[in-house]
């Protein structure tokens, strides 16, 4: 799980910043095109690497665009992405959706054994060409519960809050 430990670096920054709620807009650091990807037949899971195993998708690291990404571009996007390799770092992107603490949440649980789709629950992002700069579905305690309801799963407060 070598490649697992290096994704998952990201994950508690990234947590940090949007529990509260997100209010304000969110900028992200690159203008990253999820349609381009979507329109080149890059699977979801290419860049989010997890959510058939895990209770986690992953957000891809810097090094991973690289793979297909590499050396000159006249797109901004990809000049940036190529400022971001050239010092090492990597891009601190902003999450927008996060659970609290408190609330146990699996990807697996819901893609592969409920078999729900991406969009159902993060709306169209992976159409779109620019970063959203809001949630495109409020994740609330209610969405969650009006859900289990509709599909007969839990609604014990113990299968959420463990
Ligand atoms: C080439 C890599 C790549 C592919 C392919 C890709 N994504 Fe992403 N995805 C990203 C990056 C980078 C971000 C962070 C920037 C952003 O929010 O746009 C992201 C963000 C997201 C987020 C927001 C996560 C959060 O909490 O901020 C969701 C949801 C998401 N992607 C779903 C999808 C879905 C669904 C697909 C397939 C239809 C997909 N992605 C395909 C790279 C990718
Ligand atoms: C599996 C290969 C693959 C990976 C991994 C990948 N990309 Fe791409 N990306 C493509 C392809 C193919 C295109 C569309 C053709 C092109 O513009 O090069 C594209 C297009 C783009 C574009 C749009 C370029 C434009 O013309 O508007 C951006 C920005 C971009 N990628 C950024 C990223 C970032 C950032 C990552 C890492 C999070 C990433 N890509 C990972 C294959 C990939
Ligand atoms: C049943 C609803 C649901 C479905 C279906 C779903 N997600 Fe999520 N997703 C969430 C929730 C809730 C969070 C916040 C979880 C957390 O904070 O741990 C999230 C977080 C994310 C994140 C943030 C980073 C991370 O590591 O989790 C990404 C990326 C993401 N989802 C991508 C996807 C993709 C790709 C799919 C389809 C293969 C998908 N999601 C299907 C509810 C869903
Ligand atoms: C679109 C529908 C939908 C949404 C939205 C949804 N769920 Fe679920 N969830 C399901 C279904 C269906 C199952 C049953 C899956 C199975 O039986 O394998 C499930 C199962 C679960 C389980 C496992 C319960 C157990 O018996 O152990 C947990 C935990 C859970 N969901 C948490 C959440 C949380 C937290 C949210 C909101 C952040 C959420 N779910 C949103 C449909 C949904
Ligand atoms: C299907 C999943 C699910 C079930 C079942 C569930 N919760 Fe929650 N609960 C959540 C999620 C997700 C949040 C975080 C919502 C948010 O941040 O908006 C939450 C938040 C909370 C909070 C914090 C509220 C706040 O304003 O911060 C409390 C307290 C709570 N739940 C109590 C309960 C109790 C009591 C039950 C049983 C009667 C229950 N929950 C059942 C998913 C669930």
Same mark, same amino acid.
């Given at each position: 799980?070598?490649?697992?430990?290096?994704?998952?670096?990201?994950?508690?920054?990234?947590?940090?910043?949007?529990?509260?709620?997100?209010?304000?807009?969110?900028?992200?650091?690159?203008?990253?095109?999820?349609?381009?990807?979507?329109?080149?037949?890059?699977?979801?899971?290419?860049?989010?690497?997890?959510?058939?195993?895990?209770?986690?998708? +992953?957000?891809?690291?810097?090094?991973?665009?690289?793979?297909?990404?590499?050396?000159?571009?006249?797109?901004?996007?990809?000049?940036?992405?190529?400022?971001?390799?050239?010092?090492?770092?990597?891009?601190?992107?902003?999450?927008?959706?996060?659970?609290? +603490?408190?609330?146990?949440?699996?990807?697996?649980?819901?893609?592969?054994?409920?078999?729900?789709?991406?969009?159902?629950?993060?709306?169209?992002? +992976?159409?779109?060409?620019?970063?959203?700069?809001?949630?495109?579905?409020?994740?609330?305690?209610?969405?969650?519960?009006?859900?289990?309801?509709?599909?007969?799963?839990?609604?014990?407060?113990?299968?959420?809050?463990?």
């Amino acid at each position: 799980m070598r490649s697992s430990s290096r994704h998952m670096v990201l994950l508690p920054l990234l947590t940090a910043l949007c529990l509260a709620g997100c209010d304000e807009p969110t900028d992200q650091p690159l203008v990253f095109n999820h349609e381009a990807h979507k329109e080149a037949e890059v699977d979801c899971s290419v860049c989010h690497e997890y959510f058939q195993r895990a209770t986690y998708s +992953g957000i891809p690291t810097t090094e991973s665009c690289t793979l297909c990404h590499e050396g000159d571009s006249q797109v901004p996007a990809l000049q940036r992405l190529a400022q971001y390799v050239a010092a090492g770092e990597e891009i601190p992107w902003k999450r927008l959706y996060g659970v609290p +603490g408190h609330v146990y949440y699996s990807h697996r649980r819901h893609v592969v054994s409920a078999k729900i789709a991406c969009a159902q629950c993060h709306g169209a992002i +992976g159409e779109l060409a620019e970063p959203p700069k809001y949630a495109l579905v409020d994740q609330s305690m209610q969405w969650c519960i009006a859900c289990h309801e509709e599909r007969n799963a839990s609604t014990d407060c113990i299968h959420c809050h463990r």
